[in-house]
């Protein structure tokens, strides 16, 4: 019980003194987050639309494949990534290991799996919905994958956000890919890993409050700006 109230207290010094390192820590994981879940989402989002669409042959395999996919071991999916960055894999030269660009490209391999399977099953109960209609109309694939996630842009919404937050709590793959180098590629969940390895519970507590609120803050900015909950609407 000490070690929450001491961590609360940690958080609320670090917050009201305005340390730089933790707004410079909490900017750069909020960054990598939101880069690799729009890259994501530009991925995960027609495809999930497009396989609720579409019917071709092994379109079942193709899903479950999927599904499984968003159980994929983070550190597993880091060290893919890292061999692939190395200097001996074939992305070496891009001399990319190290950086926030890699933490980017890890978190981007194990949302998209996470964000295409929620859109899948959203698309498909809206496919059900609206397939005699866009069929009737004679309307495109690209037609009515554009039109099911117009009008199936909130669950879209639950997706991303549902992508943000197996993102920024992300710390496996990071750390392989990312080194937590101070200044460099250090967020708040490698921060934690940090502290709670040198024994200082109190700060690694309080960085893990400050990454909770920053996480609540995102979801309630994003659902104002959508408009998803206005007064007088159920």
């Not at 909490?26 to 729009?38: D, F, I, Q, W």
């Not at 408009?227 to 609407?233: A, D, F, K, L």
Request: net charge positive.
């Amino acid at each position: 019980m000490n070690d929450i109230t001491e961590g609360l207290r940690a958080a609320f010094w670090l917050l009201v003194s305005f340390d730089a390192e933790l707004w410079e820590i909490s900017l750069r994981s909020l960054k990598v987050s939101l880069s690799a879940v729009v890259i994501a989402c530009a991925i995960a989002v027609p495809l999930g639309t497009w396989l609720a669409v579409q019917r071709f042959a092994f379109r079942r395999t193709v899903i479950a494949v999927m599904n499984a996919l968003m159980g994929l071991p983070p550190v597993v999916v880091g060290l893919m990534v890292y061999i692939l960055l190395s200097r001996s894999g074939p992305f070496g030269v891009l001399g990319l290991l190290f950086t926030p660009t890699a933490m980017v490209i890890a978190q981007v391999v194990i949302i998209t799996p996470l964000i295409a399977s929620i859109t899948h099953q959203a698309m498909r109960e809206l496919w059900a919905e609206y397939h005699d209609l866009l069929i009737s109309l004679n309307t495109s694939k690209w037609q009515r994958v554009r039109t099911l996630m117009w009008d199936g842009r909130r669950a879209l919404l639950t997706a991303a956000l549902a992508g943000f937050g197996r993102a920024i709590g992300e710390v496996g793959a990071i750390m392989v890919v990312g080194g937590n180098i101070d200044h460099a590629t250090r967020v708040l969940t490698t921060a934690i890993a940090l502290e709670t390895g040198k024994g200082d519970f109190a700060l690694a507590l309080g960085l893990g409050f400050v990454l909770i609120g920053l996480a609540v803050c995102v979801s309630l900015v994003t659902h104002a700006l959508s408009q998803t909950e206005r007064r007088g609407r159920w």
